[in-house]
């Protein structure tokens, strides 16, 4: 009798762990497929940039800012993209829109590790507006302070949004935007691709490591190539 309820306690252990482990799976392809959606979203924003203005006599002053939020969170990414007429905004004289995506800290898990992803556009009106007047960088800062009808939250709990650029020049890759020294004009030169990653935990890792201070992180990562400029 007591082997049969030794046996029987250890079917039930082993039953449990399995579940354990099916649900931890479960909850990290939950956070894998909500990263990988964010990515395409972003490398769909991203292959439409607008990068400079090639009619301006400089060609210093790139569109694209890539912003330092914190070095232990990653970046915040801002651009000028053309968007189809079934994705923009209500009323909009033109396809040109200011996009961002910024982090904002989730108040509701560990606190200051977690953070909210947030995509920001700005119609196009205002973007050409800030184009004219110069104030491109001023528009991008009011993605941090503007209602929520110009921003819509992509996914929580991230731990870390890294954004990297690159270059491809003279059959060489670099990080750093090289310099063109024939042309004083072309002080700096548009990325040739941007690498994205984004670490992740689920929701119910989230709540679970304000207790134990223990999270199952995802990551992922994409690679974007920009259109020639």
């Not at 306690?9 to 931890?24: A, C, I, N, P």
């Not at 060609?59 to 000028?80: A, E, I, R």
């Not at 992740?200 to 207790?211: P, Q």
Request: proline letters at 4%.
């Amino acid at each position: 009798m007591s082997i049969l309820m030794l046996l029987t306690m250890l079917l039930l252990e082993l039953s449990k762990m399995t579940m354990g482990l099916y649900h931890k799976a479960e909850q990290q392809q939950d956070a894998s497929r909500e990263a990988r959606a964010t990515l395409q979203f972003i490398a769909s924003d991203l292959r439409s940039a607008v990068l400079l203005d090639k009619n301006k006599e400089s060609l210093s002053d790139l569109y694209l800012n890539v912003q330092t939020h914190d070095p232990s969170c990653g970046s915040n990414l801002f651009f000028l993209t053309t968007l189809p007429r079934e994705k923009r905004i209500k009323e909009d004289l033109g396809d040109l829109h200011a996009v961002g995506y910024f982090l904002t800290p989730t108040s509701n898990t560990i606190k200051s590790s977690c953070y909210d992803l947030y995509r920001f556009v700005a119609n196009s009106n205002e973007t050409m507006t800030a184009l004219t007047q110069g104030t491109l960088l001023s528009l991008y800062q009011k993605a941090y302070t503007t209602d929520s009808a110009l921003c819509e939250k992509l996914a929580s709990n991230i731990l870390k949004f890294q954004v990297t650029p690159g270059w491809y020049y003279q059959g060489q890759l670099t990080k750093q935007p090289p310099k063109i020294q024939t042309d004083p004009k072309r002080s700096n030169i548009p990325p040739s691709f941007i690498t994205i990653s984004i670490t992740i935990i689920s929701n119910a890792t989230a709540k679970k490591a304000l207790k134990t201070r223990e999270a199952v992180t995802t990551e992922v990562e994409t690679v974007v190539v920009l259109k020639s400029s």
